[in-house]
Structure formats: C-alpha cells, structure tokens
C-alpha cells in the first residue's frame, strides 16, 4: 500500500484528483490525497509560493512518513518564486519549461525539506488543469445540452495546438479563459471541471497530453 498526498492548485483540480484520478489507482493501492494549500486563516488553494509549498511538505512529509509527496500545479500564473523560474521561461518548447521547473522544484524541495529524493514527485501542469478537457471537446460538450452549439468552435481551438498542453499562457488565451468566454452557459471550474474530466477519461487524456501521461506512469510505478 502507497499513500501519496497531492497538493492541488485549487479546488477544480482537488476535485479532479479526488474523483477522477484516485479512483484509477486504487486498484493497485495506490492511494492518493488531494489537498489545497492554505493562502490565509480561511483561504485555501490558489496563490501557491514555493516558500508556502516548502512549508507544507516539510510539515506532511514528517507528519506521514511513509507517504509519497506529489504537486498538481498549474504553468500558468505560477509563481516567479520558484526555482528557476526565469531560467525555464527563456525555453521555447512548453515541455521543456516545465521539465526543467519540475527538476529544479524536485531537487530545492529534497534539499530544504531533508526527506529522500524518492519521495517527492514534482508534477506541473501546462499550462493548466483545463488543457486536458481539450482531449476530447465532444465529450466536454455533453456535460451541458446547449455546450454542443459551440463543438466546432472548440475543435477549432484544439486543432490549432500540436496538443491540448501547447494552449497556451495568457489571460485570455488560457484554456479555462477560452471556455469561460466561449461557453453558455458559463463555464464554472469547480463544477464542470472534474465533471468533463470523467466525462473525457484518463485514458483519452493520457493519449493526447503525453506530460500529464508521465505524471500518472509515475505514479503509477509507485505499487
């Protein structure tokens, strides 16, 4: 049995963990938690810094220790605290960026925390968690009847991107920015976000956001 603790960006993707990416791993014992940072005395998730996300593992990782460390962070918006930030944003290639990030985050988070490199799995996700619904827009577009007004425009976002991680970093280029505009009814993160996500499946996932695919492989080789 493998407890893994997952640190989520907000509430959309700890809803994501919780009922759409733990549930796969049971099976193996492989349990994950998904959790939210606190940013304030009553604010969670959100606003993650790398001295907050040090703090807590320092905390969780002597508080459980037998349990695995892993992130659910998003590219987007993450915050120029983190080590090399700056370096990693000079490589072209969003792949790259955050392989690079996910090794510096690796090896500063050992480093301060004290715990053995084996348990901490850094995971960051380009450019954020609402990439992946762009896997499959025509299941996405089955979670609100009137969202399949606007299949075609949506296939047009996907099919202007090599993959659903490529779309891309800016306010209003963002993926979730892109479906809070497009779709009416609204698109709303923490309600449609994990209900898409189970709607579209790991496996459609895995097969078209080969970054997000390496995350689950890892995780899955924990068993």
């Given at each position: 049995?493998?407890?893994?603790?997952?640190?989520?960006?907000?509430?959309?993707?700890?809803?994501?963990?919780?009922?759409?990416?733990?549930?796969?791993?049971?099976?193996?014992?492989i349990?994950?938690?998904?959790q939210?940072?606190?940013?304030?005395?009553?604010?969670?998730?959100?606003?993650?810094?790398?001295?907050?996300?040090?703090?807590?593992?320092?905390?969780?990782?002597?508080q459980?220790?037998?349990?695995?460390?892993?992130?659910?962070?998003?590219?987007?918006?993450?915050?120029?605290?983190?080590?090399?930030?700056?370096?990693?944003?000079?490589?072209?290639?969003?792949?790259?960026?955050?392989?690079?990030?996910?090794?510096?985050?690796?090896?500063?988070?050992?480093?301060?925390?004290?715990?053995q490199?084996?348990?901490?799995i850094?995971?960051?996700?380009?450019?954020?968690?609402?990439?992946?619904?762009?896997?499959?827009?025509?299941?996405l577009?089955?979670i609100?009847?009137?969202?399949?007004?606007?299949?075609?425009?949506?296939?047009?976002i996907?099919?202007?991107f090599?993959t659903?991680?490529?779309?891309?970093?800016?306010?209003?280029?963002k993926?979730?920015?892109?479906?809070?505009?497009?779709l009416?009814?609204?698109?709303?993160?923490?309600?449609?976000?994990?209900?898409?996500?189970?709607?579209?499946?790991l496996?459609?996932?895995?097969?078209?956001?080969?970054h997000?695919?390496?995350?689950?492989?890892?995780?899955?080789?924990?068993a």
């Amino acid at each position: 049995m493998v407890d893994v603790i997952v640190f989520a960006e907000g509430q959309s993707e700890e809803q994501f963990i919780k009922q759409v990416v733990a549930p796969s791993l049971r099976h193996q014992r492989i349990y994950l938690k998904a959790q939210t940072l606190k940013t304030s005395q009553q604010g969670t998730g959100g606003a993650v810094t790398f001295d907050r996300l040090t703090f807590y593992a320092r905390n969780v990782l002597r508080q459980y220790p037998n349990a695995v460390l892993s992130t659910f962070l998003d590219l987007y918006g993450l915050d120029t605290d983190f080590p090399e930030f700056h370096e990693a944003r000079r490589q072209a290639e969003v792949t790259s960026r955050v392989a690079r990030l996910e090794a510096a985050l690796h090896r500063e988070v050992v480093a301060k925390v004290g715990c053995q490199a084996e348990r901490f799995i850094p995971h960051i996700q380009p450019y954020e968690f609402e990439g992946l619904l762009f896997a499959d827009v025509t299941a996405l577009c089955e979670i609100e009847p009137r969202w399949k007004n606007y299949l075609n425009k949506l296939r047009a976002i996907r099919d202007a991107f090599p993959t659903p991680e490529h779309i891309n970093d800016s306010f209003e280029t963002k993926p979730s920015r892109r479906l809070e505009a497009l779709l009416e009814p609204r698109y709303r993160k923490t309600r449609h976000g994990p209900l898409a996500a189970g709607r579209i499946t790991l496996a459609v996932m895995e097969a078209e956001c080969l970054h997000f695919r390496t995350w689950m492989e890892r995780l899955r080789k924990l068993a």
